[in-house]
C-alpha cells in the first residue's frame, strides 16, 4: 500500500493532530477496505467527474502544504506543529479549496470523500481538515 507523504508525517505534524487529512492508496481494493473500517465517520466515494475534481482540488492544495510543511521541519525552521504557520498563503489556499468545495456539498462537512483518479484511489477527510483549519498560529506567525 502506498500512502502519500501527507498520511504519515504531515498527519501528525502539520497541524499536530493524528487524523490524516488526505491519502492515496494506489489501486489495492485491501487498502481502500482497511482505509473504509479505519475512518472516523460515513466515506462518500465520488463518481462525478466535477465532483472528483473539486476533492481533488482540495487534495492538491493539502499536499502543497504539506512539503512545505515538511521542508520547514527537515530544516527546523520552526517548533513542527507551527510550521503550518510559516506558509499563510498555502493554508489559505487550503482554506479557499475547503470552503469553496462546502458550498458546492454542505453534505461532505465531517466526511471522508474517496475518488479514483488516473488509476489511483484517493480520500480527503474533510473532517480532519475543518478541525485543522481551526488551529491558530501563535502570535507573531
Known amino acids: ?16 493532530v493524528s487524523s490524516p487529512l488526505s491519502a492515496d492508496y494506489g489501486t489495492s481494493t485491501t487498502a481502500v477496505s482497511r482505509f473504509r473500517r479505519t475512518a472516523q465517520g460515513e466515506v462518500i466515494h465520488l463518481t462525478k467527474p466535477e465532483d472528483i475534481r473539486q ?3 482540495v487534495d492538491q492544495a493539502i499536499v502543497a502544504l504539506s512539503n512545505r510543511v515538511m521542508d520547514c521541519v527537515q530544516r527546523k525552521l520552526a517548533p513542527a506543529s507551527e510550521c503550518f ?3 499563510p498563503q498555502e493554508l489559505s489556499r487550503v482554506r479557499s479549496a475547503y470552503e469553496r468545495t462546502l458550498r458546492q ?11 479514483t483518479l488516473e488509476g489511483r484511489t484517493h480520500a480527503v477527510s474533510f473532517g480532519g ?4 483549519l481551526q488551529r491558530k498560529c ?4
Open 1 to 16: 500500500m502506498t500512502v502519500r507523504r501527507i498520511d504519515v508525517l504531515a498527519a501528525a505534524l502539520l497541524f499536530a
Open 105 to 115: 456539498h454542505p453534505d461532505w462537512k465531517n466526511k471522508v470523500v474517496s475518488y
Open 55 to 57: 476533492a481533488s482540488t
Open 129 to 132: 481538515v475543518s478541525r485543522q
Open 138 to 141: 501563535p502570535q507573531g506567525k
Open 85 to 87: 504557520c510559516l506558509y
